[in-house]
């Protein structure tokens, strides 16, 4: 069987029922599939017939191995029961078991970059995006329905934002500074131009002018 690629890979995971919606125990923060996905990269090299000296088998490098294995959707439902089996999930909680060397060896990571860019190129619309798609490819008159929902969330997004902000008590402090900041430049300028002697005559002179244009007119 040929070398799976990351995507493939990517896809088996989804499959076996890692999620790239829930992060791993990982300090990198990345998703657990993209982790599974970096680890099946790492341990076989993305050949799902490889064993390796202990027989460990496939893409996952489960032991003990069978032919059973080298099937990589089976191998990658017996790498996910693996991961759910161990209280420290991947295994480098204190006193856990260490599932995968390459996990606890950090050695991973290496292929950690390109597990992520495939689980984001794999991923897929919700269960209710899906059902929206097959009502308005089977349904006349609604063709436009996933245009209307995306729409719909992104006006749901706006609301939210704007909630959000006039509830928030430092979106009023700020107001706040900005009317006590624009009062006190209007009261600057109304003590300038009636409190002081420049303006005094300065308005003086701006009525002489006004008065000299009107009669002009």
């Known amino acids: 069987m040929p070398r799976l690629t990351a995507i493939e890979i990517a896809n088996l995971g989804r499959q076996a029922g890692w999620r790239d919606d829930r992060p791993s ?3 990198t923060r990345a998703s657990e599939l993209s982790v599974a996905v970096a680890i099946a990269l790492s341990e076989s090299g993305g050949r799902p017939n490889a064993v ?4 460990a088998t496939g893409l996952w490098q489960i032991y003990p191995g069978s032919d059973d294995l ?10 996910y ?9 991947f295994g480098s909680g204190p006193g856990s078991s260490c599932l995968w060397s390459v996990y606890c060896s950090r050695t991973y990571l290496v292929n950690l970059p390109a597990a992520e860019v495939a689980v984001r190129r794999t991923n897929r619309p919700s269960a209710f995006d899906q059902g929206v798609g097959a009502v308005a490819e089977t349904t006349p008159g ?3 329905a996933g245009t209307v929902v995306a729409g719909a969330k992104s006006l749901l997004d706006v609301v939210k934002f704007a909630v959000l902000f006039l509830t928030s008590p430092n979106t009023w402090l700020r107001v706040g500074e900005v009317l006590a900041g624009s009062i006190l430049v209007l009261f600057g300028l109304w003590v300038l131009f009636s409190q002081t002697k420049a303006g005094q005559s300065a308005n003086a002179a701006v009525g002489t002018a006004a008065k000299g244009a009107v009669i002009a007119a």
């Open 52 to 55: 390796n000296a202990i027989g």
């Open 70 to 79: 080298k099937d990589p959707l089976a191998n990658a439902h017996a790498a």
């Open 25 to 27: 125990h990982d300090p």
């Open 142 to 144: 609604i063709s436009q």
């Open 81 to 89: 029961a693996k991961y759910l089996a161990n209280d420290s999930r």
